[in-house]
């Protein structure tokens, strides 16, 4: 048989897929929330994108308390690279909404469009991830990290402590999820 090609839809999903298939239980009810949530996830996704190319570009936004253009205008202004990675190991990793190190500032910015509140531990695992990677001690540097949500920006400045003990606790897992994959 000749199998029928669908190129565009290589790499991505439906949301009735079969590989998520408790749609199949759902009600009306539990379908229309969670199409929702489903809807709100892919909205953030583009938002991200939209966000990066124009800080890629250096478009700047109107100034208002937006969430969008507050995170916008404040990567521009401080020279940030947006969608960084950042690597530990193949174990630990991740992609910093915006980032900068300059003249011994570390900042970390993370753009939230959702319902849910953020936690200011996602930036702090960021920081230490970057520490490792490029081999820069907490207490080296000066660290600004902010969340962007809710139409402000909270800043949160953490202790050179709090870094140094997701470091020490990131070497330690790493340590043992490379034991357990030897062991099979």
Known sequence: MNFNTH?????HHAF????KYHWINYDEEKLFSTYSKFRAIQRGTDLHDLACRLINLGVKLPKTNKTLNLYVNDAIGYKMKCEQILYYSDNCFGTADAISFRKNI????????????????QLLV??????LEYKIKPIDIDIELRIYQYDEAFIYIP???????????????????EQLKTRG
């Open 106 to 121: 570390l900042r970390i910015h993370d753009l939230k469009n959702g319902d849910t509140q953020a936690s200011i531990k």
């Open 126 to 131: 960021y920081t230490a991830i970057f520490c």
């Open 16 to 19: 009735l897929s079969a590989s």
């Open 159 to 177: 202790e050179p402590e709090e870094i140094f003990n997701i470091m020490d606790t990131i070497i330690d897992f790493d340590k043992k999820i």
């Open 7 to 11: 190129l565009g839809l290589e790499g």
